[in-house]
């Protein structure tokens, strides 16, 4: 049952032999943890820290392979009274596979035990992955080498909340030394690497052309922030979160006005005709990730609901982004609240203008029918049922200063606003295909009505859908 290190740089380190029946012999890695080494570090007198390694760490042995299959708890006096699955000598291991042991003395001689750093990279964020152990700077295998791994590092080295990527080996150049690591099978949210388990240690048939990197980035953005890009001021846009440290469009399917009400608040906006519009009306995103699905989690009545991200809906393109109207803050005054409609010309007949933001503009007449014009009279509280389409004329309208708001509106005709039709383009007249040119009017009109209608010149008068400009 006695037990020795043997090979090793230093008595805390070798290729591990048992003792048994006068015969000493060595110990097949086939199952062998860092378990096995604390038991095995602990019979010599070591209280630190154990790490296993494989075959190919330290010299080949001779003679007998005694031990094969051990499974100790870590908690055994001696290793011969651990569990094992093969009987005492019958392994059928070479010497090629002879475990061994490194028993962690705490030292400043050279390094701290588990500790981690980048090298190959002249950066400070990015390189090699190089592990101390016993002492000594060595490298890790890229076996089985995934981002769970690599965000260990990232954090063990200060670099919290960062996105941690990992490298195969190679490509920040080979490192000399021991391989000490491989197989490693973190789950991410542990401290330091040596805390991590692995299926084996060691070399094991790794050169250093397999020698494992990361590169760890800070986050662009924090998880759960919300953003509108590309919209026509800073209260409308594509609606963009982060997930994952990185920005993410949502998909604009089947989601209600409520969730514009919740975004809106959160993003320290007014809510009053808060409005969800699909179809990429502020131009399609660029992002990697898209599709996001927003659900609303409301604790109780007193406390605000937040946003979260549910997953991705697999039939959602950037061409689906969804898109929000906000108002400005309650403390901001006024000039028109999102979604209100205008008539400039006249009453019940005249250019019509929709309020985006807190600014109006006009609508292009592409490809507006009488359907949208009968939703806008019925907005402003006039006569529908006969509503028409009038042209632009710059006699009867004059010169147009304010900005193209919409195109492309659809309306069936019975929407209650002009912004729950279908709306394809939403724009500032910099990025827009229509000119003044083909701004749209419309004459609100009953059956009863056989006046012709007639504009008067342009800001004389006005009909409005709300009360502080009508």
């Known amino acids: 049952g006695d037990i020795r290190l043997m090979a090793g740089t230093s008595s805390n380190e070798g290729r591990v032999e048992v003792c048994y029946n006068c015969v000493w012999g060595t110990v097949c890695d086939n199952g062998w943890n860092d378990k096995d080494a604390q038991v095995v570090c602990r019979q010599l007198g070591f209280s630190g820290q154990a790490l296993a390694t494989g075959g190919g760490v330290f010299p080949s042995g001779a003679g007998l392979v005694l031990l094969e299959v051990v499974s100790c708890l870590g908690n055994e006096i001696s290793l011969i009274r651990c569990p094992r699955r093969v009987a005492v000598g019958q392994s059928t291991c070479s ?21 981690v750093r980048l090298s190959g990279a002249g950066d400070s964020s990015l390189g090699r992955v190089e592990i101390c152990v016993n002492n000594q700077w060595g490298t890790i295998c890229d076996s089985g080498w995934d981002n769970s791994d690599a965000k260990v590092v990232c954090r063990q080295l200060g670099f919290n909340n960062s996105l941690a990527v990992s490298v195969p080996g190679g490509r920040f150049g080979a490192g000399t030394g021991r391989i000490f690591l ?29 020698d494992a990197g990361v590169v760890c980035t800070t986050p662009p953005c ?28 949502v998909c604009g399917k089947d989601v209600s006005n409520d969730l514009a009400t919740t975004a809106c608040g959160l993003l320290g906006f007014g809510t009053k005709g808060a409005s969800v519009l699909n179809n990429a009306l502020f131009g399609s995103g660029s992002t990697r990730m898209f599709g996001l699905v927003l659900v609303q989690q409301c604790r109780n009545q007193t406390s605000p609901c937040t946003l979260v991200v549910n997953g991705t809906r697999s039939k959602c393109s950037h ?13 901001v005054p006024l000039n028109c609240s999102t979604g209100d409609v205008r008539l400039v010309g006249g009453q019940t007949d005249g250019l019509v203008e929709v309020c985006l933001g807190e600014q109006w503009g006009t609508v292009c007449d592409d490809p507006w029918t009488d359907n949208s014009a009968r939703v806008v009279c019925k907005q402003l509280g006039l006569p529908s049922d006969y509503a028409v389409t009038v042209p632009y004329s710059s006699v009867m309208y004059g010169s147009v200063q304010d ?62 859908s709300t009360s502080s400009t009508s």
């Open 182 to 210: 491989s197989g490693l099978q973190c789950i991410g949210n542990e401290s330091a690497l040596l805390d991590c388990p692995r299926t084996f240690s060691g070399a094991q048939g790794c050169g250093h052309s397999q």
């Open 403 to 464: 900005p193209i708001a919409l195109s492309r509106v659809k309306c069936v005709g019975n929407e209650s606003s002009l912004l729950n039709c279908q709306l394809v383009s939403i724009a500032a007249a910099s990025r827009h295909y229509c000119t003044h040119s083909n701004d749209v009017g419309v004459s609100c009109q009953d059956n009863t009505d056989t006046t012709p209608f007639t504009f008067a010149s342009l800001g004389t008068a006005e009909h409005s």
């Open 319 to 331: 061409w689906d982004d969804l898109s929000l109207l906000c108002a400005p803050p309650a403390t």
């Open 95 to 115: 010497h090629s596979r002879d475990a061994g042991a490194i028993c962690l003395v705490q030292s400043y001689s050279s390094c701290l035990d588990g500790a």
């Open 222 to 249: 924090t998880n759960g922030a919300l953003r509108l890009a590309d919209g026509t001021d800073k209260y409308s846009g594509r609606l963009e979160v982060c997930n994952g440290g990185q920005w993410g469009t």
